[in-house]
């Protein structure tokens, strides 16, 4: 039997499909390949796939997408259809809650959080071994907490959003409205002669540690893990934010914490991989 697990964001989708002796990797855009289509483009080309599991960048919900800020959807029920026409099992999850499972499988540890920083800034907290989700799975959505007024606009639509400031689509929001998909040096940045610059790497920071204090503040996890693509290229932010969290979370919940880098290639993919076995909470 093999299995096929698929991590899609706004910009690229990335699968593997596995049978026992073998895996098969392949990455195209997912802004020219709908996820259902490529599902069932898969599933008519090898008929023994048993099991199909996705990390998906929006927001999912009992195997239904409910929103998708950055991805064009071309079959919500995407689970109960799949199940309907093939009589595969289908898991699909929010990639952050992907990046959990998988960074709680690394680290071996039950009691923690992950915030990743990439397009856009999302946390997931598990307690006991349990991913909390709240009534819609919807539960630390922290990128959407108000934060301050911007003449800019959310993937949510409002324009007050932590993820304005501290995340990549905020940065580039802010300083290359024309080119989003720049590779964002943040140590560039906060040295440039440009003082509009200077500004939003500062800020990008501040924010930040305001994410992850009050990520701290309301989860009192024993472990944070960061991850994301503007963690992986600017590695020192690990240690800023070590220095700084003091002054922005509650002091008996910094006791036993612990701050991470993540240390997996891809902890989504890696996450969906373990959504086969997760408790079936949305059966
Ligand atoms: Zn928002």
Known sequence: MRKLFIDIGGTHLRSELIDET??????????????????????????????????????????????????????????????????????????????????????????MAALYVGTGIGAAVMEKGKVIRGSRNLAFEIG????????????????????????????????????ENRRIDLSMLSRSQIENERRVAEEFETALVHAAGTLVTLANPELIVLGGGIIEHNPYLLERLREK????????????????????????????????KEETWNH
């Open 22 to 111: 073998e895996s098969f990797s392949e990455i195209c855009s997912s802004k020219e390949v709908p996820l259902m289509a490529y599902v069932e483009e898969k599933l008519a080309r090898y008929d023994d796939i048993g099991f199909v599991g996705i990390a998906y960048a929006g927001q999912v919900h009992e195997g239904v997408i409910l929103s998708a800020p950055n991805i064009a959807v071309d079959e919500p029920q995407i689970k109960k259809t799949v199940a309907e026409r093939y009589g595969v099992r289908l898991e699909i999850d929010n990639d952050l809650n992907c990046a959990l499972l998988a960074e709680a499988n690394e680290w071996n540890v039950q009691n």
């Open 144 to 179: 959407h907490i108000p934060y301050r007024q911007t003449p800019f606009t959310c993937g949510c639509g409002r324009n007050n959003c932590i993820e304005l400031f501290a995340s990549g689509s905020g940065i580039a929001k802010q300083l290359y409205p024309y080119n």
């Open 245 to 276: 969290i003091a002054s922005y979370a509650l002091g008996a919940s910094l006791e036993r914490l612990r701050i991470e880098r993540s240390r997996l290639e891809n902890a989504p993919l890696s996450g969906a991989k373990l959504l086969e």
